[in-house]
């Protein structure tokens, strides 16, 4: 059972201001909430991966094996696996798995998907070698039997990628223009740290990295119809955030396009199990 925690009771309360209001919500048909695979797996495909996925190869044995939790599309599953690893990825948004399986089809290794929640989970799957958690964080207001639950299915590291600030930061001006709702500042990074420091009793090692662009679509039409779902923006104001973010929409690579957030960099934490601390 997880031990008070202040800083993991101060996580759920900073969690709990991004509550958007009752009214905006029930003004939309469609939840702002929602995980569309589709474009996560176009990010996916175009993110590069320069911290987390070496790192997890640092600390992998040969033929090791990784649980990933939230492991949405796989963009880091798929590549662990295709290096001979053995991986269980943890999604419970069956949209999400689903893209995930259709990834495994063209390569050589293999992720076997579990369609549940975590912790919930944890008990029924196995110890791994590694346990990592990317760009979860944010979704999970009870942060302490989340971790925990982590911890204990590894027996060598624990990795937990996020972004320095909420994954909605970038849309505190898009929000306050169109419905006059001012978003929080927190929890950040930091926060974390400070839960994991109380809840596992560790500091963990830290690498800052500079943050990938957030969501890339192969059209103008994807992209507008993704923030038109974000913002809570109904048909009838469709125009005015055409206006509002129009700007803002710039070309990338190979003719995706990605809209221009202000960046609040991403972070990479670990941790070694006592036991078997070694360098990575
Ligand atoms: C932003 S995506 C991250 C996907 C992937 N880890 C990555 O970094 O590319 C977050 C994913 O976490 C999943 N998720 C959210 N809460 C979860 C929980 N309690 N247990 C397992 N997965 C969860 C969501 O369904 C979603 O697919």
Redesign the pocket.
């Known amino acids: 059972m997880t031990a008070a925690s202040p800083a993991a009771e101060g996580w759920a309360e900073s969690l709990a201001g991004w509550a958007l209001p009752a009214e905006l919500l029930a003004s939309v048909d469609q939840s702002p909430y929602a995980?569309p695979a589709r474009v996560?797996a176009c990010t996916?495909t175009r993110r590069s991966d320069p911290v987390t996925g070496p790192l997890l190869l640092q600390l992998l044995p040969e033929a090791g094996s990784l649980i990933d939790?939230?492991?949405?599309t796989g963009?880091?599953s798929l590549p662990i696996a295709a290096a001979g690893h053995r991986v269980l990825a943890?999604?419970?948004?069956a949209a999400?798995a689903a893209e995930l399986e259709r990834g495994t089809a063209s390569m050589t290794g293999s992720v076997a998907v579990v369609r549940r929640?975590?912790p919930e989970v944890a008990a029924a799957v196995g110890p791994h070698d590694v346990a990592l958690t990317?760009?979860?964080v944010y979704?999970?207001a009870d942060i302490g039997p989340f971790l925990e639950a982590l911890d204990r299915s590894a027996t060598l590291a624990v990795v937990v990628?996020l972004t320095q600030r909420h994954p909605w930061d970038g849309l505190r001006g898009y929000y306050r223009s169109l419905h006059d709702v001012e978003l929080p500042d927190g929890p950040t990074v930091d926060d974390l740290v400070a839960v994991i420091g109380e809840v596992i009793g560790v500091t963990p090692q830290r690498r800052d990295w500079p943050s990938p662009r957030s969501l890339t679509f192969e059209s103008r039409d994807a992209l507008l119809e993704l923030y038109a779902t974000r913002l809570c923006v109904r048909d009838d104001r469709r125009s005015e955030l055409e206006q509002l973010i129009g700007d803002d929409i710039e070309e990338i690579d190979d003719g995706a396009i990605a809209l221009r957030l202000p960046s609040g960099g991403m972070t990479t934490l670990w941790w070694e199990k006592p036991a078997n601390a070694r360098a990575p």
């Open positions: 995980w996560f996916a939790v939230g492991a949405g963009r880091l943890v999604e419970p948004n999400m929640r975590w990317a760009n979860v979704d999970v990628e």
